[in-house]
T-cell receptor
Framework: AQKITQTQPGMFVQEKEAVTLDCTYDTSDPSYGLFWYKQPSSGEMIFLIYQGSYDQQNATEGRYSLNFQKARKSANLVISASQLGDSAMYFCAIGGSARQLTFGSGTQLTVLP | NAGVTQTPKFQVLKTGQSMTLQCAQDMNHNSMYWYRQDPGMGLRLIYYSASEGTTDKGEVPNGYNVSRLNKREFSLRLESAAPSQTSVYFC?????????????FGSGTRLTVV
């Protein structure tokens, strides 16, 4: 069984500042993947970033980076230079050998002008 | 546009009615999934199909049935809708061996059962 825990129901950040969204996970699979998705108020699921459990380096995609600490079972998302358009719900998810995704409960991020 | 197409986008049902949610993907992916998202929560897996001809239960399968019609299409059926099935339903597809699993989500179906 896999589990994702997101302990921040809501976060606020000032425009142009960086913000870290927390995610911890639990899994018995030796090989797994960690995902972050953005869900704006329009409802679609937008893929942001992926980290494989055997990847040596932390993943980066533009302003998004994933701070992967395997020993601590954490996979925090860092958004640099926040923009008003970053206001959305953010979900962390884990995929195991069967590739089904297990999602956390999400963090609502609000970027303040 | 390539991707996952879900129909309908919105639906209102009366308790006890049945309906089928349709999903089709044109990326030649082997695996397809149905998730539901309740207000303020993350997505939860209902059923999945690892490959054409196979289906398996996910975390919340009760009250649903699925059919993998062919490699492209994966439908979700509610035989007797209940208010507890009011939710947003997402279909997704993926492919083994691709970066980030090649996961692609449809735009969702918002279902209300009254």
């Amino acid at each position: 069984a896999q589990k994702i825990t997101q302990t921040q129901p809501g976060m606020f950040v000032q425009e142009k500042e960086a913000v870290t969204l927390d995610c911890t996970y639990d899994t018995s699979d030796p090989s797994y993947g960690l995902f972050w998705y953005k869900q704006p108020s329009s409802g679609e699921m937008i893929f942001l970033i992926y980290q494989g459990s055997y990847d040596q380096q932390n993943a980066t995609e533009g302003r998004y980076s994933l701070n992967f600490q395997k020993a601590r079972k954490s996979a925090n998302l860092v958004i640099s230079a926040s923009q008003l358009g970053d206001s959305a719900m953010y979900f962390c998810a884990i995929g195991g050998s069967a590739r089904q995704l297990t999602f956390g409960s999400g963090t609502q991020l609000t970027v303040l002008p | 546009n390539a991707g996952v197409t879900q129909t309908p986008k919105f639906q209102v049902l009366k308790t006890g009615q049945s309906m089928t949610l349709q999903c089709a993907q044109d990326m030649n992916h082997n695996s397809m999934y149905w998730y539901r998202q309740d207000p303020g929560m993350g997505l939860r897996l209902i059923y999945y199909s690892a490959s054409e001809g196979t289906t398996d239960k996910g975390e919340v399968p009760n009250g649903y049935n699925v059919s993998r019609l062919n490699k492209r299409e994966f439908s979700l059926r509610l035989e007797s809708a209940a208010p507890s099935q009011t939710s947003v339903y997402f279909c997704a597809s993926s492919e083994l061996g691709t970066t980030n699993y090649g996961y692609t989500f449809g735009s969702g179906t918002r279902l209300t059962v009254v």
